[in-house]
């Protein structure tokens, strides 16, 4: 074994809160690392959310390029450069590294490439990437090692070597037929993009519907967009088995309600769910706990167990979503100050990034059932939304979810252009603890889909008498 370095804080894994966490550690004067393995930033800038969203928009230019006709433009024989799709992207993401190359230096924080495995309390080894060894401890620890796609347990899956959404981004071509295990927000999101490269598209969902998650009247509107845009979609299907080889042909063999079936497609795309990276790694050489899942075990603090240990992120059983690592690293920073920031009352939103976005925060109506929480429910298509006149984007509803006994906002969910930004001055809303009445009666810019809240939030059913 290699000489032991000790630091002040050694963190495993560069993902979003990790690595915020060590910049601001490094400037505070600490003698900090980070250990990676394969990518500077993170998953997110390097395939995940950033690349993603790059080749998403990518799609949307193609899809808005053949529709042009209909707003005016004229334009002649329409072909996509695959190669150009994807070089864009690595520009991009070699944007990003450099940015985070710059911060890490500016912070006095040092990133150590390679791969670290846990060999007692606070202690780990890493290999580096360039070849030897190192050996670090430190008085704290911090792991954010992030999660990988699964790869359900299918005859025939593995040896056909799918695509997950890291390799789906590194296409230089559009598939003849792409194959989407899983109905999910990423399936669904590279499956518009890829319908929208050219290729057909199968979607296939063990559930009955899409986004089983969600509310049904969501799910089926996503079926409606994703039908209308000529993606076939196979919903309560049980994948049975696979042959052949992503990118040379696969034949995949479904259980279905009308019985077995057979889909022939060039390639496969597996989006089934997410497993943490924490085998491997020696956690338990450093006694660190994991949950029935496999998730670090943590507290409402994002302490483990074990004194002087932290997790951040999707490994820490955190909402798998880029903007709550950013929340955990704030949780973190403050708790290593002494501070008592916890989990428990954080207001979540997402955003699937399909063409038009769903995006959601607080409650929806089917959890409210779940719980038994009497509500009142408004709703309104976007045809409701004047904005949509001059643009043509009809697609999707807005819908708000108000307490029963008073005027709390308690959720909202939209379907529907630039559905992200509208959502965030819901979610403003509620952390403000506003009654519904004071955003509807807001004075609103016209002509914005921001708008369509007055609408919406007018239809809210009035209070029982008493």
């Given at each position: 074994?290699?000489?032991?370095?000790?630091?002040?804080?050694?963190?495993?894994?560069?993902?979003?809160?990790?690595?915020?966490?060590?910049?601001?550690?490094?400037?505070?004067?600490?003698?900090?690392?980070?250990?990676?393995?394969?990518?500077?930033?993170?998953?997110?800038?390097?395939?995940?959310?950033?690349?993603?969203?790059?080749?998403?928009?990518?799609?949307?230019?193609?899809?808005?390029?053949?529709?042009?006709?209909?707003?005016?433009?004229?334009?002649?024989?329409?072909?996509?450069?695959?190669?150009?799709?994807?070089?864009?992207?690595?520009?991009?993401?070699?944007?990003?590294?450099?940015?985070?190359?710059?911060?890490?230096?500016?912070?006095?924080?040092?990133?150590?490439?390679?791969?670290?495995?846990?060999?007692?309390?606070?202690?780990?080894?890493?290999?580096?990437?360039?070849?030897?060894?190192?050996?670090?401890?430190?008085?704290?620890?911090?792991?954010?090692?992030?999660?990988?796609?699964?790869?359900?347990?299918?005859?025939?899956?593995?040896?056909?070597?799918?695509?997950?959404?890291?390799?789906?981004?590194?296409?230089?071509?559009?598939?003849?037929?792409?194959?989407?295990?899983?109905?999910?927000?990423?399936?669904?999101?590279?499956?518009?993009?890829?319908?929208?490269?050219?290729?057909?598209?199968?979607?296939?969902?063990?559930?009955?519907?899409?986004?089983?998650?969600?509310?049904?009247?969501?799910?089926?509107?996503?079926?409606?967009?994703?039908?209308?845009?000529?993606?076939?979609?196979?919903?309560?299907?049980?994948?049975?088995?696979?042959?052949?080889?992503?990118?040379?042909?696969?034949?995949?063999?479904?259980?279905?309600?009308?019985?077995?079936?057979?889909?022939?497609?060039?390639?496969?795309?597996?989006?089934?769910?997410?497993?943490?990276?924490?085998?491997?790694?020696?956690?338990?050489?450093?006694?660190?706990?994991?949950?029935?899942?496999?998730?670090?075990?943590?507290?409402?603090?994002?302490?483990?167990?074990?004194?002087?240990?932290?997790?951040?992120?999707?490994?820490?059983?955190?909402?798998?979503?880029?903007?709550?690592?950013?929340?955990?690293?704030?949780?973190?920073?403050?708790?290593?100050?002494?501070?008592?920031?916890?989990?428990?009352?954080?207001?979540?939103?997402?955003?699937?990034?399909?063409?038009?976005?769903?995006?959601?925060?607080?409650?929806?109506?089917?959890e409210a059932h779940r719980k038994n929480i009497a509500i009142r429910v408004a709703k309104v298509p976007m045809t409701n939304v004047l904005r949509t006149f001059a643009t043509d984007?009809?697609?999707?509803?807005?819908?708000?979810?108000?307490?029963?006994?008073?005027?709390?906002?308690?959720?909202?969910?939209?379907?529907?252009?630039?559905?992200?930004?509208?959502?965030?001055?819901?979610?403003?809303?509620?952390?403000?603890?506003?009654?519904?009445?004071?955003?509807?009666?807001?004075?609103?810019?016209?002509?914005?889909?921001?708008?369509?809240?007055?609408?919406?939030?007018?239809?809210?059913?009035?209070?029982?008498?008493?």
């Open positions: 074994m290699s000489q032991v370095e000790h630091l002040d804080t050694l963190i495993l894994g560069s993902g979003q809160g990790g690595k915020r966490l060590a910049w601001h550690l490094g400037h505070s004067g600490q003698r900090v690392a980070v250990v990676e393995r394969q990518w500077v930033g993170g998953s997110c800038p390097a395939v995940a959310c950033l690349p993603s969203k790059n080749e998403i928009w990518s799609a949307r230019i193609a899809y808005l390029t053949r529709h042009a006709a209909g707003f005016g433009t004229i334009t002649g024989p329409l072909a996509i450069d695959m190669s150009k799709v994807r070089d864009r992207k690595i520009d991009m993401i070699e944007r990003e590294v450099a940015l985070h190359l710059k911060a890490y230096a500016a912070s006095g924080a040092e990133l150590i490439m390679g791969s670290g495995r846990f060999i007692g309390p606070k202690t780990m080894e890493v290999q580096l990437n360039d070849g030897g060894t190192r050996t670090l401890s430190a008085d704290q620890v911090v792991v954010n090692v992030g999660t990988h796609a699964a790869i359900p347990d299918v005859p025939g899956l593995r040896d056909a070597q799918p695509l997950t959404h890291i390799g789906a981004l590194e296409l230089d071509y559009a598939p003849a037929h792409l194959v989407v295990l899983g109905g999910g927000y990423i399936g669904i999101e590279m499956a518009q993009a890829y319908r929208r490269f050219g290729s057909r598209v199968t979607v296939i969902e063990h559930n009955e519907r899409l986004m089983s998650r969600e509310d049904a009247d969501v799910s089926d509107e996503v079926l409606r967009i994703l039908n209308a845009e000529g993606i076939d979609v196979i919903l309560s299907a049980e994948t049975v088995k696979v042959a052949g080889r992503s990118g040379t042909g696969v034949s995949i063999v479904l259980r279905t309600a009308s019985g077995e079936q057979v889909i022939e497609g060039s390639d496969i795309l597996v989006s089934a769910g997410r497993v943490p990276n924490t085998a491997g790694i020696g956690l338990e050489a450093a006694g660190i706990e994991l949950d029935e899942r496999g998730y670090i075990r943590v507290n409402e603090r994002l302490q483990a167990a074990t004194p002087g240990v932290w997790a951040i992120g999707e490994a820490a059983g955190s909402p798998h979503f880029t903007h709550v690592s950013v929340d955990d690293f704030r949780i973190v920073r403050d708790n290593m100050a002494g501070g008592n920031r916890t989990t428990s009352d954080r207001l979540i939103p997402y955003t699937m990034f399909s063409d038009p976005p769903l995006a959601h925060v607080g409650l929806s109506e089917s984007e009809t697609q999707g509803f807005m819908k708000a979810i108000i307490g029963a006994d008073d005027d709390r906002i308690l959720g909202f969910t939209m379907i529907g252009a630039e559905a992200g930004e509208v959502m965030t001055t819901v979610q403003t809303a509620m952390l403000a603890g506003m009654p519904y009445q004071t955003l509807r009666d807001a004075v609103i810019s016209h002509l914005t889909y921001a708008e369509g809240l007055g609408a919406v939030l007018s239809n809210v059913p009035a209070l029982p008498a008493k």
